[in-house]
Each structure stands twice: as C-alpha cells, then as structure tokens.
C-alpha cells in the first residue's frame, strides 16, 4: 500500500504563488511516474504535470512556464510549484503515483488551490 498526503494548498490572489507538497508512505517501489492533478467544480479531473521515474516532466499547456514539479531523489516528496497564479487556477489538486507490475496507482486525498482575482 502507499499513502500520499497533500500540503501547501491555500487561499492566494492572482500573480502570487504556492508551493504544494506531497509525502508519500509505504512500498514505492517500481514507480512508473508522479504527477499532479487538479479538479475544478464541474469540470473533469486533468493532468497539470508530471515527473517520469528517470526525472522527465511534462506540463500542461495551460501552466507551462509558471508550474514547476519536482521530487526528491528517494521520490518520498513530490512538489509543485506554482508562480504567476491565476483565477482559473483555482482547483483541488492532488498527487498521483503510478507504479510498474500491475501494481496500479494511488492518490492523495487533495489539497485546495482558491486564486482571487
């Protein structure tokens, strides 16, 4: 089992910045990716970045250039930073790994991003 837990979320006004954290527990163990997600009200849960086991990332189009996701080399940390915040922005971003071997994949329990204009 692995458990990811989610920080960092918060209220923040447009043009400011966040740091979300992830800190995961347990077997990890053949990691295949790590990324973040987010959901907004109404709308389907979409990809903002990810990081591949050999360290490639891969942005949305909608945060490249303002989001930048890292980890921590024993990958018990994945962050995102997040610069130049925008109103659509706002959103429950959570932390996903996805593992090798059939072993599927697990997700945090979600943090809230709320960007005022």
């Known amino acids: 089992q692995v458990q990811l837990v989610e920080s960092g979320g918060g209220l923040v006004q447009a043009g400011g910045s966040l740091r979300l954290s992830c800190a995961a527990s347990g077997s990890i163990s053949s990691i295949h990716f790590m990324g973040w997600y987010r959901q907004a009200p109404g709308k389907e849960r979409e990809l903002v970045a990810s990081?591949?086991?050999?360290?490639?990332?891969n942005y949305a189009d909608s945060v490249k250039g303002r989001f930048t996701i890292s980890g921590d080399t024993a990958k018990r940390n994945l962050y995102l930073q997040m610069d130049s915040l925008k109103p659509e922005d706002t959103a429950v971003y959570y932390c996903?790994?996805?593992?090798?071997?059939?072993?599927?994949?697990?997700w945090g329990q979600g943090t809230q991003v709320t960007v005022s204009s």
């Open positions: 990081m591949g086991n050999g360290g490639n990332t």
């Open positions: 996903y790994y996805f593992f090798w071997n059939g072993r599927g994949g697990y």
